[in-house]
């Protein structure tokens, strides 16, 4: 800042007239620069009665010696930056990688393919070996392979060359089983937390605003540097606009069965059908066709993963299966009836034509199948 104050001069001293072609004066001690416009005799001469006018500027945030404040922004900023070891960097951990270097963080990455021109492209470091990568001593083990290779993965860290209480972190798209995994094989002194960001590569392409991000803090030490690293990881998420969701891993796996599961099923069913595009298409059709877009291109192990490691996926299909089942008897139902009217000349009174049963809610027996009385009016 530059503050600027008059300065009372003679316009008879010649002293002033010297002073005032000075065109700078820094006086480092007092952090202040006196500036004054060059002036000619002439004005003095036009107005000898007048007192000159001088200008001082003072640089009140002159460069100190030595800038603290830039510093303690500096530490600051430094203090909430992690290096995150990214294990598994396919298709989702290179896409969450992108968003970690953005925010400034350091990222090591392994897989069992050779991304090391990938990684170097993001601006990653790849590691063939996990003992080079464990010896860097990441803050987080982020473990972004497919669901089924987990374990072997997890197994085949040295985790004897990380940090004590370094923190791990899964985003597998089911929760009970990582953190049962994580409790099994890691040493108490590692801090665990469970998360799944609930969107991919497909629906996060735009952006994360809005889009939900579930974590379980499973098992976090009370050190402040260890609670403060676990907001760090999750503030990145934060920042990215994602909507904080904490839940357990349990309340996870009930949700994700009954929507994400049920949603890639009905992707997985529809690409099948290998629909078409045509030149009628309802907003409806169109939601469909980007269904299969959003849950084709997942991995098959991806979908695999979320219906044999949690346990609600199988009454999900079952459930399914009953619906459709449960649909078709109210068409032929139907259809059954318009062929007595036409066989027997009216429907037959005292009839009940069956309608589409409702269906158990999660785990409770299924209810009776109802029926509809049909009257003689021939509507
Ligand atoms: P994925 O097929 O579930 O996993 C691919 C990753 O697993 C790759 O890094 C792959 O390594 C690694 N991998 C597979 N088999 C392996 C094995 N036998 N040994 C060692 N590594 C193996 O696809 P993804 O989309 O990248 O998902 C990664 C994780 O993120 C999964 O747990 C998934 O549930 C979760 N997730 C994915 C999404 C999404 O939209 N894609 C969203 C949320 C969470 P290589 O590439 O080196 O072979």
Redesign the pocket.
Known sequence: MISFSSVQSTSAAGAAATAARTALLPNHNSHQLLFSFPSKTSHFHCYPHRRQQGLRIRAIDAAQPYDYEAYLVNRFAQSTKLKIAVI??????QFLAKAFIRQGHTVFAH???N?ASIAQSLGAAFFFDTHDLCEQHPDVILL???????E??LRSLPIQRLKRNTLFVD???VKEFPKNIFLQFLPTHFDILCT??M????SGKNGWQNLPFVFDKVRIGNEDSRLSRVENFLDIFKKEGCRMVEMTCTEHDKYAAGSQFITHTMGRILEKLQLDSTPINTKGYETLLDLVENTAS??F??YY?LFMYNKNAMEQIERLDLAFESLKQELFGHLHEVLRKQLFGKSEVGMRRPVLAKLPKNGTPLLPAQSESLGNNDN
């Not at 598994?88 to 951990?93: E, H, I, L």
């Not at 972004?144 to 987990?150: A, D, F, L």
């Not at 969107?199 to 497909?202: A, I, K, L, Q």
């Open positions: 598994g960097f396919g298709n989702f951990g897989s069992r393919s991304y972004c392979t497919s669901v089924i290779s987990t072997s993965v985003v597998l798209s799944h960001p969107f991919g590569p497909e997942d991995s192990d991806l993963g």
